[in-house]
């Protein structure tokens, strides 16, 4: 854990998981409403293995410290009233300090669960430092569209979430064009291997996604190579002396 200060002077903690090999940028994962978890850590390592830099703020120290919640009726009370006690605007200001806190390693990537999905979508119009957000089934996000991405925005939702209607999804499609938007045959908390609903192959498509876009915004698209770069470039190209210009009026007599 690390200690970061926002912008507000509220110090709080945060899950840092640093790659082997010198970092090709950041990923910031935000915590469901059960916390910085051993879920959340784990998708920080994952990062992590992947070159990237992987931080998780604990945005719950704001009223609460060291909260990790399993995923029972009582935990899902307990973490939507810390979510609620929070609120948005703290939440992003810590988030804003967690990308500044990860800046100087390259460019950074937003990646949201749950209510930090909801923060994720947010944070991509009002969080600075951003390459790209991502947001796994967040509440709130396909029946408030809110404004143009300003950023490239990827949503993945379970069909079968019984929280978040698709029909929803589906209209959120219509007027955000802007925002890749894909849908599983899952319920909601799909990609958690903690949770009841878990789908591994739904869990694995999105996270094919989720690093294809990351690579992208953080490191570029990969080279395109030609099939024949190869006989292009050893092939000697032998230079035509150019004829000299025919002078048709030749010289006077």
């Not at 945060?14 to 090999?21: F, K, Q, V």
């Not at 903690?194 to 990351?214: G, H, K, Q």
């Amino acid at each position: 854990m690390i200690e970061i200060k926002a912008g507000d002077g509220h110090s709080f903690s945060a899950y840092r998981s640093d790659p082997a090999e010198p970092a090709k940028g950041a990923v910031v994962v935000v915590q469901e409403i059960f916390g910085v978890n051993a879920h959340i850590r784990k998708v920080t390592d994952a990062f992590a293995e992947k070159g990237y830099v992987g931080i998780a703020p604990c945005l719950f120290e704001r009223v609460a410290k060291g909260v990790e919640l399993g995923y029972d009726e009582a935990a899902i009370t307990q973490g939507l009233e810390l979510a609620n006690k929070v609120g948005l605007e703290n939440a992003l200001a810590d988030i804003q300090a967690t990308v500044n806190a990860v800046g100087n390693v390259g460019k950074i990537a937003l990646v949201g669960f749950d209510w930090g999905a909801y923060l994720a979508y947010q944070a991509a119009n009002r969080v600075t430092g951003l390459a790209c957000a991502i947001a796994y089934y967040g509440c709130g996000i396909a029946d408030h569209p809110f404004g143009k991405r300003k950023i490239p925005t990827m949503l993945h939702f379970g069909q079968d979430d019984a929280l978040i209607p698709f029909e929803w999804v589906t209209n959120f499609r219509s007027v955000r064009p802007d925002v890749t938007v894909y849908g599983y045959p899952a319920a909601h908390g799909f990609a958690c291997e903690e949770r009841d609903s878990y789908n591994a192959a739904a869990a694995a498509a999105a996270w094919d996604r989720t690093l294809v876009m990351i690579s992208h915004c953080l490191e570029g698209p990969p080279a395109v190579t030609l099939k024949n770069a190869g006989f292009y470039a050893s092939a000697k190209v032998e230079k035509k002396k150019k004829k000299a210009a025919a002078d048709d009026l030749g010289p006077p007599e």
